[in-house]
């Protein structure tokens, strides 16, 4: 297939000994099933994980002659490109969309489009807004409430606390942002003494803690997000001040200068939480079944929450790390639903 402007199309992609299928069946469905994918934002190693983890669980499929092809398009943060790569693929006709979404509205008009069209679509990684869609994520706002209530926890409701956040607008950023917001206001011992954002950027995110720690002498703890831990914690280091208690993201990277420092004997507090770019992996599981016909069980606001089950403290650092001594250091831990898993959502 010829490349595109922003994406690409596979039908073989060739990765070699997949696993056997539990529940899915040659021949379940009419015909093998095309997915076309959307993905809004990119160019970070999560996302670049995410759209890998996409391609490893279709050809698993493909291999099973379940499934044809799989049709990628990255729009970047432009909206306006992500619905028009949407209303392409619509025309196109394939089976299935997926989307991870710029925007939890703005692409209601389009997705409305593929409804016309029957098209079944799966708002993976950011929920969306409209009905229609399946949702297909972690639970945000819960996600970045476990981080703000373990800042909490370590100072014991008592200190200044600096917010950093991903991109402004985006949905994950303004949901895990409220999140942190609600549980701080209920604790008035906790002063925010700066906020801003880092556009989820390691070398963004230490420009901006540099400025805010020259302005800023007196720090008790960081709430951050993903890909940017590793960045504050180097600005607080090129600055000589002790890295403070603060949360980060659980990619290899973040965990070696989190044991680095731990090793050499300063007394660091951190705390990260799996964010899966591997729910790729288990939004193609649904996918695929919806395309086949299958009936998907009732979920509240037709949304599902996968359920996070890896967080990284001081206590599990070193069994985590050496559990992807194979991966490169840009590796997020990943986890996803297994086909036994998968087929429990469908009746």
Partial sequence: MALTRRGFA????GLAGAAALAGIRPGEA?????????NG????????????????????????????KLIVQQAGPDTAAQIQDVRNMIRSRVNVLMIDANSATALTGVIHEAKRAKIPVIAFDQAVSDPYAINVGIDEYDWGKH???WIVAQLKGQGRVAVMDGVPGHPAAVARRTAFMDVFAKNPGIKIVWSGYGMWDQAKAQA?????????????????????GLGIMRA?????????????????????AWKKERDAG??????ARSNPPEIGRTAVGV????????????????????PIKVEVTNDNLDQLLASVADKPDGYFLGEYLSESELDKLFV
């Avoid at 009419?30 to 959307?38: C, K, N």
Wanted: some cysteine; charged content about 15%.
């Fill in 30 to 38: 009419a015909e093998p099933i095309t997915i076309g994918l959307s």
């Fill in 41 to 68: 934002y990119f160019g970070t190693e999560w996302r670049d994980q995410m759209i890998d983890a996409s391609k490893t669980q279709f050809a698993m499929y493909e291999s099973q002659g379940l499934a044809h």
């Fill in 10 to 13: 596979s039908s073989a992609l």
């Fill in 147 to 149: 981080y703000a209530e």
């Fill in 236 to 256: 607080f280091q090129a600055a000589g001040r002790p890295v403070p208690i603060m949360t980060g993201e659980a990619q290899k990277s973040f965990l070696l």
């Fill in 287 to 306: 996918a695929v079944r919806i395309a086949q016909g299958r009936t998907l069980k009732p979920l509240p606001n037709n949304t599902y929450h996968y």
């Fill in 266 to 271: 300063h007394d660091v507090h951190l705390f």
């Fill in 208 to 228: 901006v803690m540099a400025t805010v720690l020259a302005a800023t002498p007196h720090i008790d703890a960081v709430c951050t997000e993903d890909g940017m």
